[in-house]
């Protein structure tokens, strides 16, 4: 099985006047390639075409497609950006052309690796605080579980929120799921190293949460306020 090969036949037979498309991902890699590696395939389709994503099994493989306009790419990518989650940005800064005339993908991409390499910037105050209030609170919770049910669910919470917390802290991109864990050994392996452990042990969790909450300014409970929407 040749993803390239594959996924440039996938293009050409679903998107024929696709502008250009990237395959990216691990299944590229064929170090990294696994038995669950699939085809992440970001296509750019004509201006005024309709964005979708599409799910489905092409020669063997499960394909994801990511199809927008540049406009409609570029939308998603300011909304990640803002959330300190660029998937698309790396999708497409680090993804291989299977598609389209020689070059066009070129500025796209280099708008992608220049994002990347910028970084989120400063988390905002009011986006330290939730995440300082939240784990606080989490803590509290779990000093005052009532019974192993409880505690056993709020350490898994915690545990995310904690990882959330320290990447936040640093100015550092998140990510979800595999990708927290990604970004984290990115920035600090060590502490990385860590945090896995602390999915299964307590003390390690807790020291974790003071370390991340000391850089990102301490506990908050007290004094912690968020206004309502006005409505009606």
């Given at each position: ?9 996938l293009?050409a037979?679903?998107y ?8 990216t ?8 390639r696994t ?6 395939i970001?296509?750019v389709?004509?201006?005024g075409?309709?964005?979708h994503r599409?799910s ?12 927008n306009t540049v406009?409609?790419h570029?939308?998603f ?6 959330r300190?989650?660029p998937?698309?940005?790396r999708?497409?800064a ?5 598609a ?7 500025g796209?991409q ?6 990347l390499e ?20 989490l803590?509290d919770?779990l000093?005052?579980a009532?019974?192993d049910?409880e505690?056993?669910?709020?350490r898994s ?5 904690v990882?959330?917390?320290?990447l ?10 595999k ?13 990385a ?10 003390a ?5 949460a ?13 004094g912690?306020r968020?206004e309502?929407p006005?409505?009606?």
């Amino acid at each position: 099985m040749d993803p390239l090969a594959d996924a440039a036949a996938l293009v050409a037979d679903r998107y024929p006047h696709a502008r250009w498309a990237v395959l990216t991902g691990s299944v590229v890699d064929p170090l990294l390639r696994t038995a669950g590696s699939d085809l992440d395939i970001v296509v750019v389709l004509p201006d005024g075409a309709v964005g979708h994503r599409d799910s489905l099994r092409w020669r063997g493989w499960p394909a994801e497609l990511f199809v927008n306009t540049v406009a409609g790419h570029r939308w998603f990518l300011d909304r990640e950006v803002g959330r300190r989650k660029p998937t698309l940005a790396r999708m497409v800064a680090t993804g291989t052309v299977v598609a389209g005339v020689p070059g066009a993908a070129d500025g796209f991409q280099a708008e992608c690796r220049r994002v990347l390499e910028a970084g989120p910037g400063p988390a905002s105050t009011r986006e330290l605080e939730d995440a300082r209030y939240a784990v606080t609170d989490l803590l509290d919770d779990l000093a005052h579980a009532r019974d192993d049910g409880e505690a056993t669910v709020v350490r898994s919470v915690l545990w995310e929120r904690v990882g959330h917390l320290a990447l936040l802290a640093a100015g550092r991109w998140d990510g979800g799921g595999k990708w927290l864990l990604r970004e984290l050994r990115t920035w600090d392996p060590s502490w990385a190293a860590r945090w896995v452990v602390a999915a299964h042990e307590e003390a390690v969790l807790v020291a974790l949460a003071g370390a991340a909450l000391e850089a990102g300014g301490g506990l908050l409970f007290e004094g912690y306020r968020r206004e309502a929407p006005a409505v009606g």
